[in-house]
């Protein structure tokens, strides 16, 4: 069957379920997330350092519009969107998006994408104010072992990252086994969607870069790892193991 004939019956019987008043329908097909992180009503965080944190790499103005109008956007359209739907202002914000297909129809589409950008910021702010440099704690040796070094694993991110078509996301994914492999996906399109958890990832959307960068995004690519945060990545890869990063 082709997969838009099987995507459009899907989405009929999740509608279906939900109008006749559960969720319940599909939920043991739902990818699993854990517990904890954002909740309605959502608020955008604030940034954990000064706008200036990231220079010369990531400039004062491309992190005060990313986060306090392109992020707040998110947040304010997420909310919108699903504040009539008590059953699925009761999920988290990793359940609405694990159990998307579930949710009302009219308002996938906004959960995909605001959703998905709340979800996908909250984390970026937190991968950056670093200083860079060589992996450090327990992520470097994997990083050897499932990518071979740190420059081919920076090799491998820059290049998904430049050859995504239009706006998305590099990513780097770690299963509960701890193994990393490389993704990029498109717009604010969510690895929890699938039941798979990000590790850390770069946006390549164009308000990500223009104003320093303008369409060079291959060097913003490879200067961004000037301002990677190597501690939050080590505590995001402890709690990838211990089935506890929730975003
Ligand atoms: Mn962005």
């Not at 940034?47 to 998110?74: F, R, S, V, W």
């Not at 193994?179 to 850390?200: C, H, I, W, Y």
């Not at 190597?230 to 990063?245: D, E, I, K, M, P």
Request: glycine share 10%; net charge positive; no cysteine.
């Amino acid at each position: 069957m082709p997969t838009l004939f099987r995507r459009t019956i899907m989405l009929a019987g999740a509608t279906a379920a939900v109008a006749a008043g559960t969720m319940r329908g599909h939920a043991a097909a739902a990818p699993k997330v854990a517990a904890g992180g954002p909740v309605y009503p959502f608020t955008l965080p604030p940034l954990p350092y000064t706008a200036t944190a990231n220079e010369p790499y990531i400039d004062a103005q491309t992190m005060e519009l990313h986060h306090g109008k392109h992020h707040a956007a998110y947040v304010a359209h997420l909310n919108e969107a699903v504040k009539s739907y008590p059953r699925v202002t009761s999920l988290s914000l990793a359940e609405m998006l694990a159990r998307l297909n579930e949710l009302p129809e009219p308002i996938q589409a906004a959960v995909r994408n605001n959703g998905g950008g709340h979800a996908y910021h909250s984390m970026f702010w937190t991968l950056m104010g670093g200083k860079g440099g060589a992996p450090t704690g327990p992520v470097a040796a994997a990083i050897d072992r499932d990518f071979g070094s740190f420059p081919k694993l920076q090799d491998g991110f820059n290049k998904v990252g430049a050859k995504q078509f239009g706006s998305g996301w590099a990513l780097v994914l770690v299963d509960r086994a701890g193994k990393l492999s490389l993704a990029a996906r498109p717009n604010q399109d969510s690895p929890l969607m699938e039941g798979k958890t990000v590790l850390f990832g770069n946006d390549v959307w164009e308000h990500a870069y223009y104003l320093k960068y303008q369409n060079r995004r291959p060097e913003y690519l490879a200067q961004w790892w000037n301002v990677l945060n190597w501690q939050t990545v080590n505590a995001r890869y402890a709690a990838a193991l211990q089935g506890t990063l929730s975003i």
